[in-house]
C-alpha cells in the first residue's frame, strides 16, 4: 500500500497571469519545466561549478538523526569546507545535507547567474537560499517557519518532493509546537501498520529535474529526497493569507522561543512527550 499522492500537474511555461489564476489564488503546486533556460545558472550551476566558486568556505552540514534536547533551533551537526563536501557528494552516499545556505551573503557573484521572476507576487530579495544533498539523504516531513510561497528551483540531477497541504494535518503526526512530523516516518515508504493515519492523507508528488521550477504554496508540507547528489535554490513571498501570516508570526515571535526554553527546562522529556503527544492526538481523530 502506498501513500495517496496526486502527481503535480507541469507546464512548459507559464505567464504571471496564469499562475496567479490558476495556481496561486487556489494555492496549488505547479512545476514549470523551462522557466529558466534563459538564466546563466540554469547551463553553469553544477556541483562541479559550485566547489570552483566557493570551494574554499565552510558550509553547515545536517543529517536525518532525530532532534536532541540539547539542538539549537536549526543548529548544524557538523560543519566541512564546501570542496570536501561536493568530493563526498560524488564519491558515495551521504546522509549530511546543506540546508538554509544564504548564497547572498557567502558568494556574491552568484547572484549574476539568475533573475528574480516575475510571478506576480513580491519575492524577498535577502533570502536566495540553497540546499544540497547526497542520493538519498532526505529532508524531515515539515512547512516553513514562515509559511512562505516557495518557489523551489533545482540543479543537477533529480530529486523527489512530496507535498501536503496544512489540511491534511491531523493525519500526518504532526509534532506540537514544532514544524515537523514525526521524524521516525519514512514517506518514501510508510510504515502503516505503525502509522494508520497516513493512509488518509491526500498529497502530492513530483521527480524534479535539472532547471524546473516547483511552486510550494504556502505552509505547504514538504519532504525532499536526492535520488542523485544535487542542489536547489528556493526564492519565497511572504505569505498573504491574513490566517497563513498571523500562523508566521506566532511561529517566529513565541512558538520557537518557547520550545528552546521548554528543552532548556525540561531537556529530553519535553522532546519525548511532544513525540508521544504526536502519535496520541493524531490517533484520537480516529478513536
Keep these: 500500500m502506498k ?14 497571469e496564469d499562475f496567479i489564476k490558476n495556481y496561486f489564488k487556489p494555492q496549488k503546486p505547479v512545476v514549470i519545466e523551462q522557466f529558466i533556460e534563459d538564466w546563466p545558472a540554469y547551463s553553469k550551476w553544477s556541483l562541479d561549478y559550485m566547489k570552483e566558486v566557493a570551494g574554499d568556505k565552510t558550509v553547515p552540514l545536517y543529517d536525518d538523526r532525530p532532534v536532541d534536547y540539547k539542538d ?18 560524488k564519491r558515495k552516499p551521504t546522509k549530511y545535507r546543506i540546508f538554509l545556505w544564504n548564497i547572498l551573503k557567502e558568494v556574491p557573484q552568484l547572484q549574476k547567474d539568475y533573475s528574480y521572476p516575475d510571478f506576480g507576487l513580491k519575492l524577498m530579495k535577502g533570502l536566495p537560499m540553497l540546499f544540497f544533498g547526497g542520493k538519498n539523504s532526505h529532508t524531515f516531513m515539515h512547512y516553513d517557519i514562515d509559511l512562505a510561497n516557495i518557489f523551489h528551483f533545482h540543479f543537477e540531477g533529480k530529486k523527489q518532493c512530496i507535498l501536503f497541504d496544512q489540511d491534511q494535518n491531523e493525519y ?5 509546537h514544532s514544524l515537523i512530523v514525526r521524524e521516525d516516518i519514512d514517506f518514501s515508504n510508510p510504515d502503516f501498520e505503525k502509522w494508520p493515519a497516513l493512509q488518509h ?3 502530492y508528488i513530483t521527480e524534479l529535474n535539472h532547471g524546473e521550477v516547483l511552486y510550494m504554496p504556502e505552509g505547504y508540507w514538504h519532504y525532499m529526497k536526492y535520488l542523485t547528489p544535487g542542489f536547489s535554490m528556493s526564492l519565497r513571498a511572504i505569505a498573504r493569507n491574513p490566517k497563513n501570516l ?12 518557547f520550545d528552546n526554553l521548554m528543552r532548556r527546562i525540561k531537556g529530553q522529556k519535553w ?4 513525540n508521544k503527544q504526536a502519535i496520541i492526538r493524531t490517533h484520537q481523530n480516529f478513536s
Design 72 to 89: 539549537g533551533f536549526n543548529q548544524a551537526h557538523a560543519t566541512m569546507k564546501m570542496s570536501d563536501y561536493v568530493d563526498l557528494l
Design 246 to 257: 498571523g500562523k508566521a508570526i506566532y511561529n517566529i515571535v513565541i512558538m520557537r522561543h
Design 271 to 274: 522532546i519525548d512527550w511532544k
Design 172 to 176: 500526518l503526526y504532526k509534532i506540537p
Design 201 to 203: 492523507a491526500k498529497g
Design 3 to 16: 501513500l495517496n499522492l496526486k502527481e503535480i500537474p507541469r507546464v512548459k511555461n507559464i505567464s504571471k
